[in-house]
């Protein structure tokens, strides 16, 4: 059983930089492979990135691929994304989510998993 918990989100102006982190308690971290995922209102949800488990593969939607980066760090249980040249279309709730025995690739792509977190806002205005 995993609990994951987001923070970092908040306002930022266009172009602008965030970073969120993607915080797990309980058992198994380590073996989970992790993604973001984020949902606007009155939108589909959105798989942007999703790492392995050991970090070497990563995966990108189009959308965030040159601008944003995902980063893991088991030591501290700990998922980062690095949000970079934050655009008006970017806003939403980012959720962070954990699933054993899935590529990344798929788990983007279905967002088919096990564990959720609960959410953070990110909001682009100048």
Known sequence: QLQLVESGGGLVQPGGS???????????????????????????????SCISLNG?????????????????????????????????????????AAQRFMAVRQMCATGRVSYWGQGTQVTVSS
């Open 56 to 96: 070497l593969t990563e995966y990108y939607a189009d959308s965030v691929r040159g601008r944003f980066t995902i980063s893991r760090d088991n030591a501290k249980n700990t998922v980062y994304l690095q949000m970079d040249s934050l655009k008006p279309e970017d806003p939403s709730v980012y959720y962070c």
């Open 18 to 48: 965030l970073k969120l982190s993607c915080t797990a308690s309980g058992f198994g971290f380590d073996v989970h492979a992790i993604g973001w995922f984020r949902q606007a209102p009155g939108k589909e949800r959105e798989g942007i």
